[in-house]
């Protein structure tokens, strides 16, 4: 039994680690999957179903919390180093005349480091309680004030807190079920420049700039169940479900530049609405032997519900940006073997499809198909400790944006927009679990 300064250490220590890091999107959209190392090393292949062996697969199925033996308490740290380059662009006006400023951004992509904290207590050996905290969604993008594109977007700033008190049962010996409260804290950051001359007279276009940053924030509830299923002994399959989480961001803009007092573009509140897909998830885990196991994971995500970003501003007019996501699907197989009662070394390989094509690609958010190649190994220090490592390279297709000003619809006054991006991820990993 633990005593309770030590108790109060451990979930203080994961509580503050869970939201201490900027994030960046490098799933699908603007999903963050990297919640567990163990479950990184197989590409997040058997996650759902356990397949890692430890309490960070609770994030894919509350129902892994059933796999707690006494208490658990696992802490993850990822270092994310995204690449999005911007090999080629250029902009011009529904006019036809070219739009002036920097055309090769570089970088716009920013490195992050994302934690993760799990805790497990069982109650009775059917029985389990714990929590889950974690940064599920997000992305940071910047191109600065001055690029050519500034009238679509300049810096995307989003960042999710998620704090689950999940609970599992065991129905049968051979089904456990799980569930959770998803209790949700976003805040978003979006800035951007308007072409205020434009809008008043086609003479000053370009000379009025003017930039608006947004920022605005929320707490949302949401849910997540799912069930473990061990038909035989190194068996098990897994099924999940995270629902959406619906946010009401409210907060303000602030306009500056050579118009930013008039009565047009005067400071004032915004509000508009976030809601983070749902998600089914399907895994399998299977012991071929006693030291080698094979396994799967199926994701589909609902970022359908993404059609637009709509600010809705006090006085101006709403500001909409067409999305048009499409719904995907991530798939990933992997492999686990245990060179040694303390050490396991696992790999695999996943394919996550980008949401959104290129006539609807926007630059806040140059995502594209991604396909995953991971390695990672886990020791086990001592009857209590276990630490695990992964590193994944993440290759992206190149990402196109060909956004159109025709006079009108949502795109009026921001310019034609044509931009080519070079893409690739590294994901460094390290976890500790502390087993009692």
Known sequence: ??????????????????????????AAGYALKEQSVSGQGTSYAGVTAGGNGDLSAMFFNPAALGMVKNFEFVQTVTGIIPKSTVESASATRVTGSRITGNASPGDIAQDAI???????????????????????????????????????GVRSDL??????????YRVHPTLTLGAGLQIQYAKA????????????????????????????????????????????????????YRSAVKHKLKGDADFSGPTATATTFRDQGISSKLVTPDSVNFGVYHELTDRWSVMGDVQWTNWSKFYELNIDFDTLANSVTEERWKDTWFVALGTAYKVSDALTVRGGVAFDKGSVGTEHRTPRIPEQDRYWLSIGAGYKV?????????YSHVFVRDAEVALRDTGTGTNRGRGNLNVKYENSIDIIGVQARLTF
């Open 114 to 152: 994302l934690p993760s904290g799990y805790l497990g207590y069982a109650i009775t050996p059917d029985l389990k309680v714990g929590l889950a905290m974690n940064g599920p969604w997000g992305l940071v993008t910047d191109y600065g004030n001055n690029w050519i594109g500034r009238y679509h």
């Open 159 to 168: 960042r999710t807190y998620n704090f689950t008190p999940t609970v599992s």
């Open 189 to 240: 950051k979006l800035s951007s420049v308007v072409d205020a001359g434009l809008l008043a007279s086609p003479a000053l276009a370009g000379r009025l700039d003017t930039t608006v940053d947004l920022k605005g924030d929320a707490w949302g509830v949401g849910a997540t169940a799912g069930l473990m299923y061990e038909p035989m002994q190194g068996t098990r399959v897994g099924l999940s």
């Open 382 to 390: 001592t009857e209590w400790l276990q630490l695990d490592a992964a």
């Open 1 to 26: 039994m633990l005593k309770t300064p030590l108790r109060t250490y451990l979930l203080a220590a994961t509580a503050v680690a869970a939201v201490a890091a900027p994030l960046s999107a490098h």
